[in-house]
């Protein structure tokens, strides 16, 4: 019985292991900027000709600040999703304008971007915020995050995959196990 559960405790540990070095590789392999796209946010209640600023961390990682045709200044998109709505406390940009900003990126927009801004952030994460506005107004973003909380994340989700069907594994054998011994008695 002893030598069971021990096989048992075995097999339990190679499926953990292996899920954990399965969900490395996937998040390793699949950590690149290439597999990131622009997506279009909502329009903003008046045309966007100016971006004011861009939240880059934490709670207001995707917030961004535009200004209209008009002077008036818009927020959206905090943490979910989220109306545009005016800002009653103008706002200053800073940052370098559009023309300094260089990267093959706004190539894959379906225009010319009549602003752009970037934000960057390197430290056990990349993260690379890219936001553009088009001359019909709309309003896109790109944005890529990689490192140790990409890889941590997969380790762990492969863990628990590899437990899961470990668990799995080892009840299939012992209702095998069962069913056969049953038999042979019968």
């Not at 953990?16 to 590789?25: F, H, K, P, Q, S």
């Not at 909502?42 to 209209?68: H, M």
């Not at 752009?116 to 309003?139: K, N, P, R």
Request: include cysteine.
């Amino acid at each position: 019985m002893t030598k069971k559960i021990l096989l048992n405790l075995g097999l339990l540990l190679i499926f953990i292991v292996t899920g954990c070095l399965g969900g490395y590789l996937i998040a390793s392999s699949a950590g690149s900027p290439g597999s990131t796209t622009w997506k279009e946010i909502t329009l903003p209640p008046e045309k966007a000709v100016r971006i004011i600023e861009i939240g880059g961390y934490g709670s207001d990682a995707n917030s961004i600040t535009i200004q209209s045709e008009s002077g008036k200044q818009f927020e959206c998109c905090g943490p979910g999703p989220s109306p545009w709505k005016e800002v009653t406390f103008l706002k200053t940009r800073y940052g370098p304008e559009c023309a300094q900003v260089e990267s093959t990126l706004f190539d894959q927009l379906p225009g010319t971007p009549v602003d752009c801004t970037f934000i960057s952030q390197f430290e056990y994460t990349t993260e690379q915020y890219y936001t553009a506005i088009l001359d019909d107004g709309s309003v896109w973003r790109w944005h890529y995050v990689y490192g140790l909380t990409t890889i941590a994340d997969a380790m762990v989700k492969g863990m628990l995959g590899g437990l899961i069907l470990g668990v799995f594994w080892i009840a299939v054998r012992y209702v095998i196990s069962r069913v056969g011994f049953s038999q042979e008695i019968t």
